[in-house]
């Protein structure tokens, strides 16, 4: 890259981390830190959502997985989203904002006992940690194959970005990183709409891209074709159907909505129950659009002929950059990959010591000391989040492709926690289902992931530990088990168990403002209705999968 590119990626990206800075010098209490105060309109959360859900690792593992698998993928951030996103902004998160709670496990305590707090604070953990992991290799990779970089200044560059995201989201808390994910949300959709057009204008457009394809099936006997179109694609063994794949992919977004307190953090921050709703459906609406683009990239690189053949496609997204784009365009690009990188590494540092303190530490080992000593232990707790992404790179490593080591994971812990929380809102199952379903789920997760991670250990068929049947049986074999202890010990009418909390649990809670419905003088007006637009988002994105692109 020239001078100029290195000055773009330096002063984007730079001038976010002067204003996280900037914002992080009046977060004193609790309340502030953990939770903004719940003070944030709706479109500083949807475009905060918007920059965490579309981190650096889709932008280069969407590219890889379509280049070999096609354009399936695209049915996580259309259904998956726009389904998780009103499930957790519609259902879920609203018990546990009008209860009080700073973060979703709270609730699983008052709803379950205990033990699934703990679980659940355990899980999140594990689950966006290995997340980090996955962020952490694919900007490696950009720097290595698109900068040139040699390894040892690529991982230098890495650490510093961790260390610069973790300290003013340490400092600052929710604030800091929404504001500052908002402004990097921007950069991003600059870098992702430059290399698009540059690759979409290089393979000649829609008719250029079927074209070649069709004219490298025929020379080839292949079917690459079928890679514009989701309902071509069966699996790795040409037996799965499409629409299993489609459910599976909607139970992923599902559970990165719901489950993952990365998101569901910035929800509970909202200053009234319409912006949290208003904030999930636009930070889903703008995602989709810079998805379909980052995922056609990887379908558009088998209709090039310089990249045929890839041994390893995680490395097609920064080729392509290389290729294509010219003299300030690349910084632009690689500013838009570190700021992806940048607003999921707080995020995740913020969200997950909000976890720990509040969930392991506060309540099972320092139980009762002033508000600034858990602040302190918050900003601490963000810097060994970020840490734990480290630990996850040899694991990555031995995977086929970084999507795949992330869908590897999911059934054996988050699908069933997903499954945990949507049953316990909806329904009035018995509270010691939750850790038994639990338990059962991610017992049958983790045999499943040794049958298809190791079948010299443990053989099994496709269809009980298949890659896309593990998330189906996952989420039934919790709720079964959830039904059938609820049969046994009878139901439980009541919503939840009131949580009387000691300590600073209980005075933190107190700090919360009044909960608003919504800032309207009046009614809401029709056009700003959550539920119509909702409806919109849901149509829209079935008609991305089974209209559009099927």
């Known amino acids: 890259m020239s001078e100029f590119d290195w000055f773009l990626v330096f002063l984007l990206n730079g001038g976010v981390i002067v204003v996280g800075l900037y ?11 953990f939770l903004a105060g719940r003070s944030l309109p709706w479109w500083g959360i949807g475009l905060s959502m918007f920059a965490t859900n579309v981190d650096n690792a889709d932008l280069v593992a969407v590219t890889g997985s379509t280049y070999k698998e096609g354009l399936h993928i695209i049915s996580v951030y ?8 009103i499930l957790a902004a519609f259902c ?48 490696y990779l950009l720097l290595t194959r698109l900068v040139d970089m040699q390894p040892i200044e690529a991982w230098g560059l890495i650490v510093g ?43 000649g457009g829609w008719s250029g891209l079927t074209e070649s394809l069709q004219a490298a099936d025929a020379a080839a006997d292949t079917h690459l074709a079928d890679l514009t179109h989701i309902g071509r694609y069966r699996g790795e ?43 999930a459906l636009f930070g889903v609406s703008i995602s989709l659009p810079i998805m379909i683009s980052c995922a056609f990239l990887g379908v558009i690189g088998r209709a090039l002929p310089a990249f045929q053949g890839m041994d390893n496609p995680d490395e097609l997204y920064p080729m392509l950059a290389d290729e294509f784009l010219g003299w300030g365009w690349k910084g632009l690009v690689v500013a838009g990959v570190l700021s992806a990188a940048v607003s999921t590494f707080d995020s995740m540092g913020a969200s997950l010591s909000a976890v720990f303190t509040r969930d392991i530490y506060a309540r099972f080992i320092v139980k009762d000391r002033d508000d600034a000593h858990y602040v302190r232990v918050g900003r601490c707790a963000t810097v060994g989040v970020l840490v734990l992404g480290f630990l996850y790179l040899p694991f990555i490593w031995t995977q086929e492709n970084m999507l795949r080591a992330f869908t590897t994971l999911i059934p054996v812990f988050v699908t069933p926690l997903l499954t945990t929380y949507v049953v316990g809102v909806l329904l009035p199952v018995h509270r010691a289902s939750g850790w038994i379903g639990i338990m059962i789920g991610s017992a049958y997760g983790l045999l499943a992931l040794v ?30 088990t959830m039904a059938v202890v609820t049969l046994i010990a009878g139901r439980d ?51 991305v999968v089974f209209g559009l692109l099927w």
Not at 463 to 473: D, E, F, P
Request: overall charge positive.
């Open 451 to 480: 049958g298809r991670e190791f079948p010299e250990i443990v053989e099994l068929p496709v269809l009980v530990s298949g890659r896309w049947m593990a998330l189906i049986w996952s989420l039934l074999i919790t709720a079964t």
């Open 493 to 543: 009418h009541s919503a939840q168990t009131p949580l009387k909390e000691s300590g600073w649990l209980g005075r933190s809670r107190e700090q919360l403002p009044k909960i608003l419905e919504h800032p309207f003088a009046g009614e809401v007006p029709l056009l700003a209705n959550p539920n119509l637009w909702a409806a919109l988002v849901l149509a829209g994105s079935a008609w």
């Open 237 to 279: 063994h040409g037996a799965t159907p499409p629409i299993l794949v489609v459910v599976a992919w909607t139970i992923i977004g599902c559970g990165y909505w719901t489950v993952n307190h990365t998101q569901t953090m910035r929800l509970m921050g909202a200053r009234s129950l319409w912006d949290m709703r208003m904030a």
């Open 78 to 85: 259309a259904l998956g989203s726009a389904a998780g996103g």
């Open 92 to 139: 879920v998160v609203p018990v546990i904002y009008r209860a009080g709670f700073y973060t979703n496990a709270e609730y699983l305590e008052s709803r379950f006992g205990p033990s699934m707090r703990v679980l659940s604070a355990l899980i999140q953990l594990q689950y966006r940690s290995s997340m980090l992991g996955l962020m952490i290799w694919s900007v």
């Open 23 to 33: 914002l992080a010098r009046g977060t004193r209490s609790s309340s502030q830190w």
């Open 161 to 203: 970005a961790v260390v610069f995201a973790g300290f003013y989201a340490a400092w600052g808390g929710l604030k800091a990183v929404v504001w500052t994910d908002a402004l990097q949300g921007l950069i991003m959709m600059a870098g992702g709409l430059a290399i698009f057009c540059a690759v979409w204008n290089a393979v």
